[in-house]
């Protein structure tokens, strides 16, 4: 069965399970606090949500993650960290998803390029959000926070995003789970 061309219900189920990834693979990252923040654990899955189910379940999934996350386990702290990510988050479900669904060729330029800029669209409201609801609190969001908590803190799991996210496509891709037709067909069809 391919994935693209499947009943809503396949692609909430598979949502969830990007969303049980999200919740719990931070636990694995996090047993060295100073790497495990590095690696961004929690956009992993949301990417995949996006790229996978398209971008109405990856924008789903990336607002609700971190704050479900925050409000079970505590972390991230919901205020500002879990609301700022939820806008991040939310955004590269639904930048990733938008961009790749409606690529005329799905190959590795397409999804690189999807992701470059879901990251980019991501980072941007990201910042957007520290400034606003950092504002609240009476604290002001600098230029080099941004730069730090964007880009330079942020390499090693931009990094891994890149070269993970790519092949976990690819291997779906060869599997005959997803293809590039049943993509097509979904956004012929209305689906996306």
């Not at 470059?116 to 009476?138: D, E, S």
Request: some cysteine; aromatic content about 10%; overall charge positive.
């Amino acid at each position: 069965m391919n994935i693209k061309e499947s009943k809503p219900v396949v692609k909430l189920t598979l949502s969830a399970m990007f969303m049980a990834i999200g919740l719990v693979l931070p636990f694995f990252t996090g047993q060295i606090p100073q790497i495990g923040k590095l690696l961004l654990p929690m956009h992993i899955p949301v990417f995949l949500c996006g790229l996978i189910c398209g971008w109405q379940y990856g924008l789903g999934v990336g607002f609700a993650l971190p704050l479900i996350r925050s409000l079970l386990i505590g972390m991230p702290k919901l205020f500002p960290t879990a609301a700022a990510m939820a806008f991040e988050l939310a955004v590269y479900g639904l930048v990733v998803g938008i961009l790749y669904w409606r690529s005329h060729r799905q190959n590795i330029i397409s999804l690189y390029c999807s992701m470059i800029l879901a990251m980019i669209a991501g980072r941007v409201v990201w910042g957007i959000a520290q400034i606003v609801l950092l504002g609240f609190g009476g604290t002001q969001f600098t230029w080099q926070m941004f730069i730090a908590g964007a880009l330079i803190d942020a390499i090693p799991g931009i990094i891994l995003q890149l070269v993970l996210i790519p092949a976990i496509i690819t291997a779906l891709n060869r599997a005959g789970l997803i293809s590039p037709s049943g993509r097509k067909q979904a956004v012929q069809n209305g689906e996306v």
